[in-house]
């Protein structure tokens, strides 16, 4: 995920499928560990996502789930998703594939790599 208001990302590691339960408890987690607190006035999340995998805009599971997280926090929240075949205009992807990822979840290049390393062996 990527803040563009602050200017800075979080990343969210997991061992199971590309579902949108994972994706948005993935927003959830950014929302308890950093968002909560970045914007505690804040009644309403808007979010950018591609129409791809566990997010896309005909999914239903994903509107589900995003509905759900909506109830549990009393956020108004509203998905803007890109168009198909314009991702390209997404920031997030092309961040965190730079050294401007290290930065961006903190950490020395040596703990950035550990951590996809960790990631690596899970999944084997």
Not at 6 to 19: E, I, L, N, S
Request: proline share 5%; glycine share 12%.
């Amino acid at each position: 995920m990527y803040d563009i208001g602050a200017d800075t990302g979080f990343v969210t590691v997991g061992v199971d499928h590309d579902t949108a339960a994972f994706a948005v408890n993935a927003i959830r987690t950014w929302w308890d560990s950093v968002g909560r607190g970045r914007y505690p006035h804040s009644s309403r999340l808007l979010l950018t996502a591609d129409c791809g995998g566990s997010n896309g805009n005909r999914l239903r599971a994903f509107k589900v789930e995003i509905a759900a997280f909506a109830a549990q926090t009393g956020l108004q929240i509203t998905v803007c998703h890109f168009p198909p075949g314009t991702s390209k205009w997404n920031k997030s992807p092309g961040l965190f594939g730079t050294p401007r990822r290290r930065e961006m979840v903190g950490g020395s290049p040596a703990d950035v790599d550990r951590s996809w390393d960790v990631v690596a062996r899970e999944q084997v």
